[in-house]
């Protein structure tokens, strides 16, 4: 106990950190099949938000060093408006980490604007942390070139440092908010993508598939941006809708009426959905294949349809008279298997049952290493269908998206016959910002290859 109190309180908060993430490691092995499902949920959830905000308050701790404890040295340390500013920085901070318990209180069928606060302080807090590393490390790099060259770093310099590191923090950090802010308040881009497919049956040539994925119905998305997205693909006149996963982040019956503008899409050949490990997390899945098929969207629960141009049959045989029918396949998403959750993870051998080689096979599978697994069992996919990486959705996010996943966003050629597409998203989790990247509605033609 003696050591403990001589921790300090970054310590004190990653050893925080440590233990509830053992304890999620428990609960999930010892009282997952105990509790009632709707405690184990909001246990689960509650654990998620201790163990996220532990982590963030070594942040916290930086970031209050920075420009808070710093500034206080200075001569403007004893003003009215460096009391303020210690007040500002405090309102943003609790902000920050209170955003992830409004995934237990504040879900309905719109965001309030507690939720959306919150978590936009939650996207400033990421960009002014990295803004911050990366301000120190310059200063770092400057003094050691300083101390090389056999210069003395004066007082001026000091005093100036205490001074202009919380006044740039700001102005960053405003800028690329504001910035992220409203590239996520527009519309997604609608991009179209031609795809050259073998064996495409003739008489589906130029079939048009719109692919949706993480839109991520929650705390900051609800029902208003759900009937855009309707809209939008309406408006497109597609074949065939997929929805690649992580369409929510709550309870189906918390969603219901959120989730309900999916019931006016008009998808001539069907809409299809497959898991994210999203769903997972809301330990509702049946619940939300359920209300999924009440509004004619087709969860694709490791099976396949067979698809024709005159319409869709079960994967027991083929659509119809003759070979003009194409597979279209969905997985469980890979976290299923992680989190043991019963009756779910990636099963691709079920999944293509009945899908011959001699006929195009199209799999919808949520995360990008699912594709990669998914092609090292089966190479002879023809497309695969993907999401999850959002495009890194908020900079400096992007490049720990593009090194952690095997595709990233955009178009992949992996063999002669064979293209990933790795959607950006629809929305956004969560923070309703996008900063290098836009979200999307995929619009893609298939197209009878040479």
Request: with cysteine.
């Amino acid at each position: 106990m003696a050591l403990f109190r001589q921790l300090s309180l970054a310590w004190k908060a990653a050893l925080a950190a440590v233990t509830v993430f053992v304890s999620m490691i428990i609960s999930r092995s010892y009282l997952a099949e105990t509790l009632e499902l709707r405690a184990w949920r909001w246990l689960f959830r509650l654990q998620l938000a201790l163990f996220v905000n532990s982590l963030m308050l070594v942040g916290s701790l930086y970031i209050w060093h920075s420009i808070v404890s710093n500034l206080s040295h200075s001569q403007a340390g004893q003003s009215t408006c460096f009391r303020l500013w210690k007040l500002a920085v405090t309102v943003f901070l609790a902000l920050a980490h209170s955003s992830f318990f409004t995934m237990l209180f504040l879900v309905a069928e719109e965001p309030c604007f507690f939720s959306l606060a919150a978590y936009s302080c939650l996207g400033a807090y990421v960009i002014m942390l990295f803004f911050l590393c990366i301000l120190s490390g310059m200063e770092q790099a400057y003094q050691l070139l300083a101390w090389h060259r056999g210069r003395v770093v004066g007082s001026l310099d000091k005093s100036r440092k205490l001074v202009l590191r919380p006044a740039l923090a700001v102005v960053v950090t405003t800028v690329l908010s504001v910035m992220g802010l409203l590239n996520a308040a527009q519309p997604p881009a609608v991009k179209t993508v031609a795809v050259p497919i073998h064996q495409l049956p003739p008489s589906m040539n130029n079939l048009k598939i719109v692919l949706l994925s993480d839109i991520h119905l929650g705390p900051t998305v609800g029902k208003t941006k759900m009937q855009l997205f309707v809209r939008m693909v309406n408006a497109l006149e597609p074949d065939i809708t997929v929805i690649v996963g992580d369409l929510s982040d709550s309870e189906a019956s918390v969603l219901r009426t959120a989730v309900a503008p999916l019931g006016q899409l008009h998808s001539r050949l069907g809409t299809y959905f497959v898991t994210g490990n999203h769903e997972y997390y809301t330990s509702d899945v049946s619940n939300w294949f359920a209300l999924l098929e009440s509004l004619h969207v087709r969860p694709l629960h490791n099976e396949n349809v067979k698809i024709s141009a005159a319409g869709a049959q079960d994967g027991g045989g083929g659509a119809g008279e003759g070979d003009d029918w194409i597979c279209l396949a969905g997985v469980d998403d890979i976290e299923a298997d992680i989190l043991h959750y019963s009756d779910h993870g990636m099963d691709l051998s079920k999944a293509l049952g009945g899908c011959s080689p001699d006929h195009t096979t199209i799999l919808l599978a949520h995360q990008p290493l699912a594709a990669k697994r998914a092609l090292q069992e089966r190479p002879d996919i023809n497309l695969i269908l993907s999401g999850h990486t959002h495009a890194g959705q908020l900079f400096p996010w992007n490049v720990a998206a593009y090194l952690l996943n095997p595709f990233f966003a955009g178009l992949y050629q992996v063999a002669e016959a064979t293209f990933v597409y790795v959607s950006p998203g629809t929305a956004y989790y969560g923070i309703p910002m996008r900063l290098g990247s836009r979200a999307e509605i995929t619009e893609l033609i298939l197209q009878c290859a040479p």
